[in-house]
């Protein structure tokens, strides 16, 4: 199954007093680009966060947020440093003997020092966390390939309604190329009647012409290779996977082939068929841009 590259997911992991909640989302990209925003507290876990949604995406400009509370009541402990709250006492004192100021250094004034007191986040098992988070981040991974994949089977579906299309037109150009030469053969009759009137007609004259104007308008190989581009996309849509560079790629050839029987074109019929198959091209080359 083939997967758009666009989609949502999300998913919540509530344990104990944590709780995860994961949310991501993406947009077209040439290339895999992540970003992740998340408390400063996890940003440890980068990395690994990062492996884990490799393993889900390929492609696409993937943006994750990443929210996580601690209902647990002690999670800071404050610590009391005797030994700079001792150094501080005996600076505040050599200042008072030596401007001969007045020591009325209380323990509140010694208390707001700097680094006296401090909070400090109590140690926290990380491998525990990390299982909890991860748990979390796949969740939201499964929605979100999911999304993808019910985006996808509605772009398969419409990208091969359009080949399909696309078939129909170039069979009717193959059908069309004799009908353009026998009338391009008879016209050549005609004005050869109207212009030598009984004279005889040089048969082989008019061959020679014919078989000149067919080959400068034949569009056999065009066609051929068209079709074949033409099943190689389909076939490549209904294996699935990540093609879209892939898909990118025979679109352009497609394209290519379009333009030479454009170019070609003698006639207004087939030159309306050939821009039709162009149009269509383009919408599928539209298309295939939203493909991982």
Known sequence: MIKS????????????????????????????????????????????????????????????FISYEDDAKETAALNYNEALAAEYLRQFRQ???????????????????????????????EEEIWA??????????????????????????????????????VTLIETRYPQIVAEYRKRLEEKVHELLADVQIDEARIASEVIIFSDRICTDEETVRLKSHIATMADTLKRGGSVGRKLDFIAQEMNREANTILSK??????????????????????QIQNIE
Not at 265 to 286: F, G, H, M, P, Y
Request: glycine share 6%.
């Open 132 to 169: 909890e988070l991860k748990t979390a981040v796949e969740g939201a991974c499964r929605q979100f390939v999911a999304a993808r994949e019910r985006e996808g089977e509605a772009l398969q579906t419409d990208l091969l309604d359009k080949l399909e299309r696309m078939n129909e037109n």
């Open 5 to 64: 590259m666009t989609g949502f997911g999300r998913c919540e992991n509530h344990q104990g007093s944590r709780k995860f909640i994961v949310e991501m989302k993406a947009v077209n990209h040439r290339y895999f680009d992540v970003n992740i925003k998340m408390p400063k507290k996890l940003s440890y876990f980068e990395a690994a966060i990062r492996n884990v949604l490799k393993q889900y995406v390929e492609r696409g400009k993937l943006d994750v």
């Open 95 to 125: 200042m008072a003997q030596t401007f001969g100021l007045k020591d009325d250094i209380s323990v509140s004034v010694l208390g707001r020092c700097p680094e006296v007191f401090t909070m400090e986040e109590q140690d926290i098992d």
């Open 265 to 286: 074109a003698n006639d207004l019929q087939t030159s309306n068929v050939a821009i039709d198959l162009k149009t269509e091209i383009e919408k599928i080359r539209e």
